[in-house]
């Protein structure tokens, strides 16, 4: 299920189980959009990445929905792994701009 | 490099010193970025650099930062006087281009004792 933990919200799953992470973003101007994976002591990882003329894009066991009408957009990782469990982050980036505004997170957790 | 690489991994400071951390890029990456990271929170960003120049220090928290890049490759995040505040994990990212193809490096954990 999911919880709001002291800082972040956590989505605690079984292996196997499909995941699914979901962001909001509040600047409508946003034209360009990644999810991060931060595992512990490490910078965070690209996973896969959306530009604002699409609304859906696949990679291997991941997905990313944009919906620019309510301004959400949610990551989905197929068959859950252990390896799979860190923190997840969106970010977005203006048009015109290069700097990246990173969301608040969501931690992913894999039970065995 | 392969890859992003920041030192040192662990920084411990006394209140009042003064630290610098160090970031080396992607071999030939024009864009570099610092994040600062608090625990259990995105990172955020504190200043852009493109080759040498600094275009963009809007996210630096006080006067006491201070960012180079003097010949468009490595760069140097210097916090002078630390306070207990600036503790967190720094973070420094570089990019090819102006909007694409970010790597982040592991980051340098600052704690101000």
């Known amino acids: 299920g999911e919880s709001v933990g002291l800082h972040l919200p956590t989505l605690s799953v079984q292996e196997g189980d499909n995941s699914i992470i979901n962001c909001a973003y509040s600047?409508?101007?946003?034209?360009?959009f990644i999810w991060y994976k931060q595992e512990s002591g490490k910078g965070p990882q690209f996973i896969i990445d959306i530009r604002s003329n699409m609304d859906k894009r696949q990679g291997q066991r991941v997905t990313v929905l944009l919906n620019k009408t309510v301004k959400h957009l949610s990551l989905q990782i197929a068959a859950t792994q252990p390896g799979d469990s860190a923190v997840y982050f969106c970010?977005?980036?203006?048009?015109?701009?290069?700097?990246?505004?990173f969301g608040k997170g969501t931690m992913l957790l894999v039970s065995p | 490099g392969a890859g992003v690489s920041q030192s040192p991994r662990y920084k411990v400071a006394k209140r009042g010193q003064d630290v610098a951390l160090r970031c080396d890029p992607i071999?030939?990456?024009?864009?570099l970025f610092w994040y600062q990271q608090a625990l259990g929170q995105g990172p955020e960003f504190l200043t852009y650099?493109?080759?040498?120049?600094?275009?963009?220090k809007s996210g630096l928290p006080s006067d006491r930062f201070f960012a180079e890049r003097p010949e468009g490759s490595v760069s140097t995040l210097k916090i002078q006087r630390t306070q207990q505040e600036d503790s967190a994990v720094y973070l420094c990212?570089?990019?090819?281009?102006?909007?694409?193809?970010?790597?982040f490096g592991s980051g340098t954990r600052l704690t101000v004792v």
């Open positions: 970010a977005d980036l203006l048009a015109g701009y290069s700097t990246l505004t």
């Open positions: 600047n409508s101007a946003s034209d360009y």
């Open positions: 990212a570089s990019s090819p281009g102006q909007s694409y193809g970010y790597t």
């Open positions: 650099f493109q080759n040498e120049a600094q275009l963009d």
């Open positions: 071999s030939g990456h024009v864009s």
